[in-house]
């Protein structure tokens, strides 16, 4: 059992007007929530709606103080490169 807890997070980018998004993200979350659980580590989701996904993972990271940030990627593009 961590005596930390965890923040995984989702970066929607674009404004608050996307629900949908916003909505899938937290879905994307909960399963990051049930993973830890099944870990025995305590996981507080955090979403944030950002035109900078990289600003708003530094600054969600000051906010709770973190001392490490993992990042994972899919694999896909989001724009054509």
């Excluded at 950002?50 to 993992?70: F, G, H, K, W, Y």
Aim: glycine residues 4%; hydrophobic residues 55%; without cysteine.
């Amino acid at each position: 059992n961590s005596a930390e807890a965890v923040f995984p997070i989702s970066v929607v980018v674009g404004d608050e007007g996307d629900a949908a998004r916003v909505a899938q993200a937290e879905r994307l979350l909960a399963h990051a929530v049930v993973a830890a659980a099944e870990a025995d580590v305590a996981a507080v989701p955090l979403t944030r709606i950002a035109q900078n996904p990289a600003t708003a993972l530094v600054r969600a990271a000051a906010e709770q103080l973190a001392s490490d940030i993992v990042i994972g990627w899919s694999g896909r593009r989001s724009a054509p490169q």
